[in-house]
């Protein structure tokens, strides 16, 4: 039961991320810095994608429960977190960590440090996430079968 709620959870935050980035992307030309606007964009339509992805295949991984509601944390605050970080970067103008989109722009420092956390604090969340992912996954193989009791892999 609790999986098919992770899996639903995963699913509805990734549709709404994706919804939400489609309608973002109707108002992103207007912004101080178009550029990192439309790389915002992207981060939101693949990190929908990545959440829906990964509630396709979660009844591949073999997690304990603690890891089971890491990844989803992780997952959702990652992606949601890049896709946000990414719309303030693109209305502060910053170019801290993203010389080629903010060349030519320039935000004040508090700006840049809270864009640089986000986009730090997203990714570290999206690379855990990541690894947690590839060990369940790994574990999965090497459980072995209900029928035939052995491994497989």
């Known amino acids: 039961m609790q999986m098919v709620n992770r899996r639903r959870h995963l699913f509805t935050a990734g549709i709404l991320l ?4 489609m ?4 108002i992103f030309p207007s912004l101080p810095n178009p ?3 439309v790389s915002g964009h992207l981060v939101g339509l693949f990190g929908g994608l990545f959440l829906i992805g990964l509630g396709a295949l979660w009844g591949e991984l073999a997690l304990k429960p603690g890891l089971e509601k890491a990844v989803v944390c992780l997952g959702v605050f990652g992606t949601y977190g890049s896709f946000s970080t990414n719309i303030l970067a693109a209305i502060f ?3 801290r960590l993203t010389p080629l ?3 030519g722009h320039f935000a004040q420092p508090w700006q840049e440090n809270i864009v ?3 986009l730090l604090s997203g990714s570290g969340a999206m690379v855990i996430c990541c690894v947690i992912v590839l060990w369940g996954l790994h574990r999965r193989g090497k459980e072995p079968l209900i029928a035939g009791g052995e491994g497989h892999g």
Do not use: A, H, K
């Open 35 to 37: 550029r990192i606007g």
């Open 93 to 95: 103008s910053t170019n």
């Open 101 to 103: 989109f903010g060349s």
């Open 18 to 21: 994706f919804l939400i980035t």
């Open 23 to 26: 309608l973002y992307g109707t």
């Open 116 to 118: 640089t956390f986000g």
